[in-house]
């Protein structure tokens, strides 16, 4: 920000016209201003940011905060004599020798007019009051309300903050994202944003900051792509900082308030801790730690940068052409090496440049590329990353990547003479003898170090031989980005020979541990191997370990040593929604509720339209949603995950999940798609609603509220799904409610969520909103759609077939109680049915009770 002396503007207009010329000489009594808006929002100004009377600008200042939101010539700054001319041709910034700095591109047409409108935009109008250039079509590091980024138009921010030069830090709006690099790599997304909404179905087309948010626009701004709620605020602007986070700052009067910053860990700003420097606690303390990792040492001027702590040891100048076939002797390069968790900002944006190699070859691939400055090493899968030309900060993790970094160092030789001795008379008699000497010496060492690597070598294959299935076709091949691979004793240990079980899941049972940095992780134990148990294990490592979102569980590693198989996730200290939904435990409110809904409507969303590949997880439950600190939700269990192409509707051939959440297509030859997620998590909506399980013999709870009596209040009882789309058609929707919040929930709360998951578990699949549209109207974004009554009668059918089978059995002899439209409804729902082709499983027990 930089800041301004505020004058009166009455004397000055909004508009300027051909033949006027501005310099800071010329208004120094309105410190350099000549140009007002109507009304005196922002004013334009030759300005000096700084103290050095050698760089004056043309800049917009919003008056009321002094905040500078667009500059000409930031990169040919004049002096305080340069000066602004407005012609029919243009604008032009010229020096004291009238050298142009600065100037508008050519027009067609003749220019009439300069204005500066009320919201900052520097407009040159033609001879028709008609736009030829605007100052908002070309932003420089800044964007205020009312202004549109581009996609392919890029924020580049400035040096400093008397330095309004182009720095290293740029925002490019893609057609997806919003994405900060700094010297052409990646190092935030604004799609990270945990609280971003992110619709890709859409192609965007810009970026705008308005009274409620951040918001990339497609569909001619019909259509939202990624959106940040925001405080609302009369006046915001997004700008590119020098310090390389993206801030969006609301102000009252001269009062700054920053509602918005990215990346909120500094740690994984590229050069917060200049070249080599290691940073430590970018989220965890108000200003990052910065020091030199291991054989490094700070050098002493003013730039803090690490140099190598052994003198002999120098960075090699990078390439100066585009040649990089290196021209350094291999024998004269070493690799320093960075530490343990101790990663790179890029690493987790870029694809490993090979994979499945050694070290050594990772290495070679550097020393024969005069542009590379180091690499990172990743020895579970084998994958090399190449860092080139200039070197950034490097970072230190809380969680292993299994990345190791190596830092490229030329040695320099030290000048010794011929063996050592001088060449006279007396030193060649010493030389003729040692060196034959020296030399059948070192034969006879290299003889037993290849021994030894030999007898070394047939150990490890056979350890290897009985440590691994070989005959495993899922484990036959490389899995880019795998995650960190664990000895099976390592995980032995962490878990204290699996003492304490905090969980069953599909396939295993999950155990607490301990990992030696005092990481807690949650270690699946896979049990009963099958040939559909290897697939979903292997599929959980391909699938997972590339999956980073904050309502995902983390695959941390894995072990597939000495015929176990586990995974080992990050730990989640709540537990499963089941046991705090369900249980005796304290009641969960309401706002907590719909947050958790939200989050794992995230997570869903993301895995059906945010990854690379469309991924069905194919077992929502409450079971697999865990919850973290402050009851954050986040979706675990992936090993039921089926990877689909975008363009491809693809069938399972076996059956997966869990009764009482799968949808009607199960049963029948249609299409397994991302819409039997969306069933799947209807149900669990309504279980959250409720705080009871959607199918129960429990003849307690809403009898007391209910008003139909006999055995419909059972019924309704028995299967929870047909009780709400009952409640709904009478519009009764707090009898819906878990009792237990009764008095602290309105009817407008409860009818959003049920009509959202009543239009989620519609019969037929098509009618069943996308996940990203689930989550557009859980937060508010998008009207509610209306439940189609006539794709819900299934529910009449399936609640009447458990109610049937169990608690009805008790009431006995009242089925003239039904209805004819729900004799109908289940007729209908019962043909819809009829031509399916159904498995031995009855319909109750796949959408019905579990």
């Not at 009166?8 to 000489?25: C, G, K, R, T, V």
């Not at 694809?351 to 070859?361: C, E, H, I, M, Q």
């Not at 009641?587 to 719909?594: K, S």
Request: with cysteine; charged share 20%; net charge neutral.
């Amino acid at each position: 920000m930089y800041y301004v002396v505020s004058i009166d503007h009455q004397s000055l207009s909004e508009f300027a016209y051909p033949n006027f010329i501005a310099s800071s000489i010329k208004f120094a009594d309105a410190d350099g201003s000549f140009l007002f808006s109507r009304n005196g929002a922002f004013k334009a100004s030759m300005f000096n940011p700084g103290a050095q009377h050698a760089r004056f600008y043309l800049c917009i200042i919003h008056v009321e905060s002094n905040t500078v939101i667009w500059s000409a010539n930031r990169d040919s700054p004049v002096s305080e004599s340069g000066t602004m001319s407005l012609t029919t041709k243009g604008i032009s910034i010229n020096d004291e020798n009238g050298s142009l700095k600065w100037s508008t591109p050519p027009f067609k047409s003749l220019v009439s007019a300069l204005l500066l409108t009320e919201t900052g935009n520097l407009i040159l109008l033609g001879q028709s009051n008609f736009t030829l250039w605007e100052s908002f079509r070309n932003p420089t590091d800044t964007i205020a309300i009312g202004q549109k980024l581009h996609v392919e138009t890029i924020l580049s921010s400035a040096v400093s903050s008397d330095d309004l030069s182009t720095g290293d830090y740029r925002l490019a709006l893609s057609a997806s994202d919003a994405i900060l690099q700094w010297q052409g790599l990646t190092y935030w997304k604004l799609s990270m944003v945990p609280t971003a909404y992110v619709n890709s179905n859409y192609a965007g087309e810009y970026m705008e900051i308005n009274q409620t948010g951040l918001y990339l626009f497609g569909q001619n701004g019909s259509a939202i792509v990624i959106q940040v709620n925001l405080p609302r605020s009369e006046f915001r602007i997004a700008k590119v900082d020098n310090s390389g986070q993206l801030i969006v700052s609301s102000f009252s009067g001269a009062n700054q308030i920053q509602q918005f910053v990215g990346p909120v860990d500094e740690c994984r700003i590229p050069f917060i801790c200049g070249k080599i420097g290691l940073c430590n606690g970018g989220i965890s303390v108000n200003t990052p730690l910065c020091s030199c990792p291991l054989s490094f040492r700070m050098t002493s001027n003013d730039t803090p940068n690490c140099v190598p702590a052994d003198s002999s040891y120098s960075l090699p100048a990078s390439c100066n052409s585009t040649d990089k076939s290196s021209n350094l002797n291999s024998l004269n390069l070493s690799y320093l090496q960075l530490g343990y968790s101790v990663d790179y900002f890029a690493n987790d944006f870029t694809r490993p440049t090979k994979y499945g190699v050694n070290l050594s070859l990772c290495q070679n691939l550097c020393s024969n590329d005069c542009s590379c400055t180091g690499i990172f090493y990743e020895n579970s899968s084998g994958s090399c990353y190449i860092l080139e030309n200039k070197l950034g900060s490097v970072m230190l993790t809380s969680t292993n990547s299994g990345r190791v970094g190596f830092i490229k160092t030329l040695v320099r030789a030290s000048p010794t003479k011929y063996g050592g001795f001088e060449n006279d008379a007396f030193g060649f008699p010493a030389v003729a003898v040692l060196l034959p000497l020296c030399g059948t010496l070192f034969i006879f060492i290299i003889g037993i170090l290849l021994w030894r690597r030999y007898r070394l070598s047939n150990v490890r294959n056979e350890k290897v031989r009985f440590s691994t299935f070989p005959s495993s076709p899922e484990l036959e091949f490389s899995i880019p980005g795998l995650p960190l691979r664990y000895e099976y004793e390592q995980l032995k240990s962490a878990t204290q020979n699996f003492k304490t079980r905090i969980g069953t899941g599909g396939f295993g049972t999950v155990y607490k541990g301990i990992l030696p940095d005092k990481t807690l992780v949650a270690v699946k134990k896979i049990t009963n191997i099958g040939v559909r148990g290897k697939k979903d294990f292997c599929t959980e490592i391909a699938v997972i370990g590339n999956i980073h979102h904050v309502n995902l569980v983390r695959l941390k590693g894995f072990c597939t040593q000495w015929k176990q198989w586990l995974l080992v996730y990050e730990y989640m200290n709540r537990g499963s929604l089941d046991k705090t939904l369900f249980g005796n435990g304290p009641v969960l409110v309401w706002q907590t509720r719909v947050e958790i809904a939200i989050g794992t409507a995230r997570g869903i969303a993301y895995l059906h339209s945010g990854c690379e590949k469309k991924i069905i997880h194919c077992d929502v439950k409450p079971e697999n949603i865990l919850l973290h600190d402050h009851f954050h939700a986040k979706l675990s269990d992936f090993g039921l995950s089926k990877l689909l192409n975008r363009e491809q509707s693809s069938q399972f051939t076996t059956m997966r999940g869990t009764r009482g959440y799968l949808a009607p297509e199960w049963l029948t030859s249609s299409a397994i798609s991302d819409k039997t997620d969306v069933y799947s998590f209807g149900m669990v909506l309504l279980e959250i609603v409720s705080g009871r399980k959607n199918c129960s013999s429990n003849k307690q709870g809403l009898d007391e509220n209910n008003n139909g009596g006999g055995n419909l209040s059972l019924q309704r009882i028995a299967y929870f799904p047909l009780y709400a789309l009952e409640m709904h058609e009478q519009g009764r929707y707090l009898d819906l409610v878990d009792p237990r919040l009764r008095g602290r929930v309105t009817s407008g709360d409860v009818e959003k969520l049920v009509r959202v998951a009543l239009c989620c578990v519609h019969e037929e699949p098509g009618l069943r909103p996308a996940m990203v549209s689930v989550v557009g109207m859980l937060e508010g974004e998008i009207p509610l759609s209306n439940p189609r009554m006539e794709s819900l009668n299934f529910l009449r059918f399936y609640g009447r077939r458990f109610s049937e089978g169990s608690t009805l059995e008790e009431a006995g002899g009242h089925d003239d109680m039904k209805s004819d439209s729900d004799e109908n409804a289940s007729r209908t729902s019962t043909r819809s049915l009829s031509n399916a082709s159904f498995t031995p499983i009855s319909s109750q027990q796949i959408s019905g009770p579990r």
